[in-house]
């Protein structure tokens, strides 16, 4: 609207801008005239015109600026979500769920009462330096939509990494001193899969590993962890064959803690076994593998 008035206001204004010359005026100096009173007046309503354009430009992005959204707002959408479905309902990424579940904060929350995120380094607090655990409730401050994981699905993801991690550096050193009679052998580890697959037997074992995994990945599917809603705690596949949780005075917490700290050390090893691999001697101690 702005420019449009300037526009309406300049055309009104035109005439005196045109005014006749004086009779004395030759063709020449009429032309000469004319020609400097239509720059300045271009001139003029083009910087008029980009003064106006960056006010309304101004204004319209004041008003398209995002809302800050309250937790008063975050709980009545909540509490009237069957009615209301309103703006400020949060929403998974991907809808996966049969049925669905409501996102709520707490991922912080949540890591202060894990086992294992304030031990040694943290002093009573969890030791969080990059602020991973606070991604997921940044959500609910940013968009709405769930795009960072809920501390839980970190959680179920280390415990994940530091169990494959324990096999593999044991297997990769077990490896270098012993061997199974049957099985081919492969000093290397790098080129041991290759090496399995090239014999009928060890292709046999491999598939057995991968139906066994297939089985528990989708029976003890972890999806809802991304919101912080997984119906078990994370880790907990309930393989406990010896009972040994059913042993009177056993302590799960204290083994849940030996098992973090010794998974986040094999993930640490086996790292160092590929860099020595990769880079001989750059690891002490890792020399030949």
Known sequence: MLPTAFVSAA???APALRAGPPASTTLGQVSGMHQLDSTAFGVTAGLASAVCSI???GALSKHR???VISTTAIENSRAYDARTAGYYVPTPVINWQVDPKTPVPGSQKACENMVGADVEIGDGKPWDPLGF???YDRNFEFNMVMTYPHVQWLREAELKHGRVCMLAFVGIVAQKFFHIPGYP???D????LDVCYADKTATLGIIQISLFTMFVEGRYYSGDTWIGQMDREPGDLGFDPLKLTKTPGF???EFQLKEIKNGRL???GVASLAAAHQIPGSVPLLDGF
């Not at 580890?189 to 041991?192: C, F, I, Q």
């Open 189 to 192: 580890w790098v080129k041991a």
């Open 185 to 187: 052998e492969a000093p």
């Open 65 to 67: 600026r995002r809302p």
């Open 266 to 268: 094999a993930m640490i």
């Open 55 to 57: 006010a309304a430009i």
């Open 11 to 13: 055309a009104a204004s």
């Open 251 to 253: 302590n799960l917490k």
């Open 133 to 135: 655990s606070k991604l």
